[in-house]
């Protein structure tokens, strides 16, 4: 009889164990963003820079609150980061085997890669969260339940960058654009070109530059501009483009003549700081680097990152640390909701419609039907003062300024004038 | 008047930029019958290697005038080190084989280097600007330069007027063209080819470094300049005709100022307005503006 | 007729490789699938290197498959699969009948350039197209094959058992021809042209009819790959994917049409334990491979099979 009881006890304590392991089972998170390339530089290893800075500050809780518990809940997190390098084909088959390996993806910078993954994620059912592409088409297209975005999409830039150039130069006549001709830069000169034209009707545009993604080399664009005679110059430029467009444009005096919008400039100010000429408008697709509020968590990020990394973090890493701490911040309210170990669908359940306090600003779960975020946005301009580049002018715009409500195309929300 | 100036300037200045990369490349083919891929890389490590140079010098509070030293230093180290490393170290155990077969060689050098040019120098791009503020500016009408391009412009000028004085007028030169014009023969008269090859792949490597370190005070150096720029070259120097230098500075004119007028006059076409020039020049002439009639081996 | 080792092989691997269809794991019915795709591509440049002509454009008929295919789908509203296989096949076809009127004309160093242009021309034209998403590309969702609708989840093991059978009849089928007449004129081409034309056969013909075939077979891997993968974009008629197409074929060498298959399966699966393993090198790993390829074995892989049989 002894050894019966003895028995059941030695199994109970087995199955407590076994579940406590469980519940100490990290939760694997699979990070996917560039490692190589020339999207590295300015996006993805910043980006995974933040991936792990937070992920090791939320292990040991150090994160200030609201997210100050230890890990998810309690749950240590553990990253499996890949590179998103190769193009949409490469990163699907690479999806399909990271989704063996891990309890949940964040990723992709690439608009190309995400829409190609959205689909494959429903299809395999695995959580998936985007972090930084720009593509609105995500949620727009078609509907997901697997698939969330905690950065809000391209649209954003656009329309802020036009409201601001508007607001504090009402004169302007006419415009230029020197983009990069793929999906990128074609989407972010349309939405440009048609919010200035939504919101002034009979501007003019003087000539639209598509340059050669990675060309570097601007000579006989910038002359085309200058020659132009357009008032205001816009570009969604960005890593070695945007630098080239600086250091060849700026001695031309593109900047003088022109007034520049660099709908994306923000990672440039740490590269190229006091070269880029003052007056300039700059961009952070979001309230991002030296837009962010202060506030207790968003110096605590600074703060961090500039100590681990010897350089202040750009908006890439504030976007991937804002898809962790959403991540965490859904894990933990579906354990509130009951469960101590939430599962996928629990957690997807919290995901949705969620409001939660990200490095920048508050992020709100309100488009896509619950799976896209939106944020309020900031832009400024740029000026150096004793040597460092500054942002003065800062302009914030509520979320639903920039943003097209729920069941509006971004596209037909900007030419209907960007009705609220 | 001036806007027609101003796109015919544009259009120079990238032809000199691109005469520099088809320069080597064309003289590596039609001496070593090599199409050379990694031409690319030598390209990248030119700007990386300026860049770092020049940074280094400029961070040692030297003279920011000197910073052109550094540039011509640069392009020394990358031909005298990376021709003879290639050449000898690897391409030496690949002649005889088929032509298709050594660009693939040349392939798989240009894969390795840039995975070795992200190694040594990382995935954040350098900067090192000074010598192209430094000459100042100049203007055509309305329009501002840096006199830099101008720079640029001569350097390609006389690099071309150079290579075709040593190649046309020294006796070294003359080897040379008699080992382009035919192999065989001039290894039974008693040419040392192989000397020939080493020496033309280190030329060869030279002017590429040139083109990379005369870019980098333009650009950002960052990974993934090599790729842009084979394309090109390869574009311009079958325009021209392989092996001929006179080729390669028609074919750089005509599509530096093809592209110049598209970016002014039509800017959605310039994405393949030089795969179209050509394929119209390959379809007059089928083997490139300047190439020399072969004779058939029956 | 005596037993052929090679079509014997093919039945089995094609077997084997249907069997594996409905209970094979995801990620490897993926991988084999792309592998299959790919390895249609190399089967019709296996076709021309031996016709003594290395093409660096077939990414653009591997593009042309995967967009005609997709939009048939997508815009023509004919989400069938098999008809979006036909389709990217016929597509592929039809461009290089036009083009290959004037390809087959150039020889080495020049045809390759020249095909390379022409597939950048198609990805200039591509990027520049926002109907089709430019670089984004756009989805490819299919639910029929052949007028019979699938359950959900099924579709792609079905896609991939139809690859399997396509390359065992394409596999067959090439096989045959380059040992029939033609196939053997296309080697002597290679071997020596100008005496060929002194025989009496037309090298033109010859080089034309190869350069439609394998680009029909490039086409119909597009569509496969576009099945497979669900999503098209510009990417596949980039140059370095039209080069990836080349190292796969020096991979496996030109000497048996099984090969293609062997060298683009080795392929991906080396490339994604690379990319998992050595995300910084494997572009490295990959030029160091081919180098070792060129020197060691420039037969390709094929000859270890052979020397082994031998």
New interface residues.
């Given amino acids: 009889m002894n050894r019966i009881i003895h028995a059941a006890l030695l199994a109970c304590a087995c199955v407590l164990a076994a579940g406590a392991a469980l519940a100490q089972q990290p939760l694997r998170i699979g990070v996917v963003t560039f ?4 999207a ?3 996006f ?2 910043p980006a995974r820079n933040g991936f792990e800075l937070v992920a090791e500050m939320t292990n040991a809780g150090q994160v200030p609150a609201p997210h100050n518990t230890k890990g998810f809940g309690g749950r240590p997190i553990e990253l499996v980061i ?2 998103e ?6 990163q ?3 999806f ?2 990271l989704a ?1 390996r891990v309890d949940v993806v964040i990723g992709y910078i690439s ?2 890669d995400c ?2 993954i959205a ?2 994620a429903e ?2 059912r695995k959580l998936t969260v985007l972090f930084d592409c720009g ?1 609105p ?1 995500i949620f727009e297209d ?1 509907t997901y339940k697997y698939v969330f975005r905690t950065g809000p999409s391209g649209t954003m830039d656009n329309v802020s960058a036009a409201l601001y150039a508007l607001e504090r130069n009402p004169n302007i006549r006419s415009i230029a654009g020197i983009n990069q ?4 830069g ?2 972010s000169w ?1 939405d440009f070109e048609a919010a200035m034209k939504a919101l002034k009707p009979g501007i003019e545009v003087k ?6 993604l ?4 601007f ?3 910038i ?2 501009l ?2 132009s005679g357009a008032d205001l110059v816009h570009s969604s430029f960005w ?2 483009d945007l ?2 467009l600086v ?2 444009g700026a ?3 593109l900047f003088q003549k022109h007034l520049v919008v660099l709908s994306a400039g923000e990672p440039a100010i740490n ?2 700081g006091a ?1 880029i000429p003052d007056g300039t408008i700059i961009g952070a697709r979001g309230p991002f680097g030296p837009f962010a509020p202060d506030n207790d968590l968003n110096r605590w990020f600074k703060n961090a990152f500039q100590e681990r990394y010897a350089l202040p973090p750009n908006y890439a890493a504030y976007k991937a640390t804002n898809a962790l701490l959403g991540l965490k911040a859904a894990y933990e309210k579906a354990q509130k909701a009951g469960a101590a170990t939430p599962n996928q669908d629990q957690i997807i359940a919290a995901f949705e419609n969620l409001s939660f306090d990200g490095v920048g600003g508050q992020v709100r779960m309100a488009l896509g039907k619950g799976h896209q975020a939106v944020m309020d946005n900031a832009i400024g301009t740029a000026k150096t003062v004793g040597g460092q580049l500054t942002i003065v002018d800062l302009k914030r715009y509520p979320a639903e300024r920039v943003n097209p409500p729920e069941g509006l195309k971004s596209e037909a929300w900007i030419k209907s004038g960007l009705k609220k | 008047m001036s806007n027609f100036a101003a796109v015919v300037f544009d259009g120079v200045v990238y032809s000199s930029w691109l005469f520099l990369m088809a320069a080597g490349l064309t003289l590596i083919y039609g001496v070593m019958r090599i199409l050379n891929i990694a031409h690319g890389s030598l390209y990248a490590l030119g700007a990386y290697t300026a860049a770092s140079l020049g940074g280094a010098w400029i961070a040692a509070g030297y003279a920011p005038a000197g910073s052109f030293a550094m540039l011509a230093l640069a392009v020394l180290l990358v031909g005298a080190v990376m021709g003879p490393l290639i050449e000898r170290g690897l391409l030496k155990w690949m002649y005889g084989k088929d032509e298709i077969v050594l660009l693939l060689v040349t392939y798989a050098v240009f894969l390795i280097l840039e995975d070795a040019i992200k190694l040594v120098w990382g995935v954040e791009s350098k900067l090192f600007s000074e010598p192209y503020a430094l000459p100042g500016n100049f203007a055509i009408g309305a329009l501002v330069y840096p006199v830099y391009n101008l720079v640029l412009i001569a350097v390609a000028v006389v690099t071309g007027l150079a290579l075709s004085w040593a190649l046309y007028y020294t006796r070294q030169g003359k080897l040379l063209l008699a080992v382009i014009h035919d192999r065989e023969m001039s290894a039974a008269m008693g040419i040392n080819v192989d000397r020939v090859y080493l020496a033309t792949f280190t030329l060869g490597a030279m002017l590429a470094g040139l083109g990379g370190a005369l870019t980098a005070p333009m650009i950002a150096v960052s990974p993934g300049i090599g790729v842009e720029v084979i394309v090109l070259s390869f574009a311009v120097v079958v325009v021209g005709g392989l092996g001929s230098l006179g080729g390669a500075a028609l074919g750089a004119l005509m599509v530096g100022l093809a592209r110049s007028v598209a970016v002014r006059y039509w800017p959605e076409g310039e994405l393949f307005i030089i795969y179209f020039v050509m394929a119209l020049v390959l379809i007059a002439r089928p083997k490139g503006l300047f190439s020399a009639p072969e004779a058939r081996k029956i | 007729m005596t037993f052929d080792r090679t079509i014997a092989s093919l039945a089995v691997a094609c077997g084997v490789l249907l069997v594996a269809a409905p209970i094979a794991p995801q990620w490897l019915l993926f991988l084999l699938a792309l592998a299959l795709a790919k390895g249609l591509v190399v089967l019709g440049l296996l076709l021309l290197m031996r016709t003594g002509l290395v093409s660096f454009g077939q990414g653009l008929y591997f593009g042309l498959g995967a967009y005609a295919a997709a939009l048939l789908a997508h815009r023509g509203g004919l989400a069938d699969a098999a008809l979006m296989i036909v389709a990217g096949t016929a597509c592929a076809a039809a461009v290089a009948a036009i083009l290959g009127l004037l390809l087959a004309r150039y020889r080495e160093i020049f045809f390759a350039m020249l095909s390379l242009a022409f597939s950048m021309i198609l990805y200039g034209l591509l990027v520049k197209s926002s109907a089709l998403g430019s670089t984004d590309g756009f989805h490819v969702q299919v639910k029929h094959f052949a007028g019979i609708a699938l359950a959900a989840g099924v579709e792609r093991r079905v896609f991939y058992a139809a690859s399997a059978i396509a390359v065992f009849f394409l596999g067959w089928a090439l096989h045959r021809y380059l040992r029939s007449h033609w196939g053997r004129l296309s080697e002597a081409i290679r071997d020596n042209e100008l005496r060929v034309e002194y025989l009496g056969a037309s090298v033109y013909r010859v080089v034309y009819a190869n350069y439609i075939i394998a680009a029909a077979l490039a086409g119909l891997g597009g569509a496969f790959a576009a099945l497979a993968v669900g999503h098209v974009d510009p990417e596949t008629t980039y140059w370095t994917t039209s080069g990836e197409f080349v190292f796969i074929a020096i991979l496996g060498g030109t000497g048996n049409v099984l090969a293609p298959f062997l060298s683009a399966a080795i392929f991906e699966a080396l490339r994604t334990v690379a990319s998992q393993y050595a995300p910084n090198v494997w572009q490295m790993a990959l030029g160091v491979a081919m180098l070792a390829i060129i020197m060691f074995l420039p037969g390709g892989l094929w000859t270890l099979v052979r020397r082994r049989a031998a």
């Fill in positions: 490692l190589s390339g020339p590295a530089g300015p993805g290893v890949i590179d390098a190769g193009g949409p084909q490469k699907v088959a690479e399909r085997n063996q608009s190309g829409l190609a689909p494959v299809e395999l593509t088409r078609a001709n793929y999906a990128w074609q989407d349309t000539t639209s530059q598509m340059t050669k990675f060309a570097g080399q000579g006989a664009e002359s085309t200058l020659s890593g070695g630098e080239g250091l060849q001695p031309r005096g590269r190229l070269r």
